[in-house]
Nanobody, 126 residues
């Protein structure tokens, strides 16, 4: 069974940057498409970015396109989310999730994921 652990969250000023990591264990990361999701207080969880098994497909929500970049290193069993030009509205708990069914693509649906990490808090504030 795949286990996912997120790290890299914290407090950052508007306009700043953070790199989130999603470390996998217990199974082969290369067998899963990985997505990043976030949930702000009082809001539903939303998918913001995902990457296919081999990294050939990367998708972004409109709210983060041009500011966030997803990448993966299957050898290091880690998926990254580089977040730049952060805004207060990016404040949320960020979680990564794995989808075993997607082979050449990925999806941003919360209902389509098989495994979830516990999340890491990102707060953007001056």
């Amino acid at each position: 069974q795949l286990q996912l652990v997120e790290s890299g969250g914290g407090l950052v000023q508007p306009g700043g940057s953070l790199r989130l990591s999603c470390a996998a264990s217990g199974s082969t990361l290369a067998n899963y498409a990985i997505g990043w999701f976030r949930q702000a207080p009082g809001k539903e969880r939303e998918g913001i970015s995902c990457i296919s098994r081999n990294g050939g497909t990367r998708l972004y929500a409109d709210s983060v396109k041009g500011r966030f970049t997803i990448s993966r290193d299957n050898a290091k069993t880690t998926v990254y989310l580089d977040m730049n030009s952060l805004k207060p509205e990016d404040t949320a708990v960020y979680s990564c999730a794995a989808d075993f069914r997607m082979t050449f693509t990925c999806n941003l649906r919360t209902s389509g994921q098989d495994y979830w990490g516990q999340g890491t808090q990102v707060t953007v504030s001056s």
